[in-house]
């Protein structure tokens, strides 16, 4: 993982990433999680928030992978909300978020299920 892009990520975004969020982005390398999930590594950020307009139509939470199926996963920006939601590519507005779990680390631990 780059600091360099982490920093730029957060420059770009105008908010500072969760610490949580940083600490699992210094060991991870963008890869498939689970059977399922593509989670982003920090040089894919940026481009991926740019490509699917997260800051205009999601403004408070950062895509950070997809689930190969039209659906974004989407985390919260608040220092304090540890959530993950998945949202359709195609809507992406809080309304049409979907749980998928309260917990970014017990998501991980159960290899990112999204069904």
Known sequence: M???AVEAFQEWLGHALP??????LRDWDE???GEQVFLYGA???M???E????RQFCPGFITIGDDGGGRAVM???DEDERAVYLVGHGSMQRDDFELAAED???WLAADCPVD
């Open 2 to 4: 780059s600091q360099q």
């Open 19 to 24: 610490a949580h969020y940083v600490a699992f």
């Open 31 to 33: 890869d498939m999680r």
């Open 43 to 45: 040089e894919s950020l």
């Open 47 to 49: 481009e991926r928030n």
């Open 51 to 54: 490509t699917y307009e997260t």
């Open 75 to 77: 985390l919260a920006l």
């Open 104 to 106: 970014f680390h017990a």
